[in-house]
Nanobody, 118 residues
């Protein structure tokens, strides 16, 4: 079983930055492919950024050029650096993990709220 614990959300003004962290417990972090999702009220969940099997990263169009996903295997932690934040980035952000090679994210964090004011 894998447990994911997020931190780093908060309130920021437009143009500001936040870094979200996701610590993984319970299994070999290096065997997991991490992803970050978000969901705003009344909207569908959106995959913002993720690692693919080969270690490459992919971003939603809304995140390209502003968000960066990274991971530190030594700390069993994934990060989402968010710069140039916009009010439309306001959402609950979730980290998720899947076994690399599988398509389904089986493990989810509890979510951390990001609020961007104009």
């Amino acid at each position: 079983q894998v447990q994911l614990v997020e931190s780093g959300g908060g309130s920021v003004q437009a143009g500001g930055s936040l870094r979200l962290s996701c610590a993984a417990f319970g299994y070999a972090f290096s065997e997991l492919c991490m992803g970050w999702f978000r969901q705003a009220p009344g909207k569908e969940r959106e995959r913002v950024a993720f690692f693919d099997v080969d270690g490459s990263t992919t971003y939603a169009d809304s995140a390209k050029g502003r968000f960066t996903i990274t991971k530190d295997n030594a700390k069993n932690t994934s990060y989402l650096q968010m710069n140039s934040l916009k009010p439309e980035d306001t959402a609950m952000y979730y980290c998720a993990a899947r076994w690399c090679g599988w398509s389904t994210y089986n493990y989810w964090g509890q979510g951390t709220q990001v609020t961007v004011s104009s």
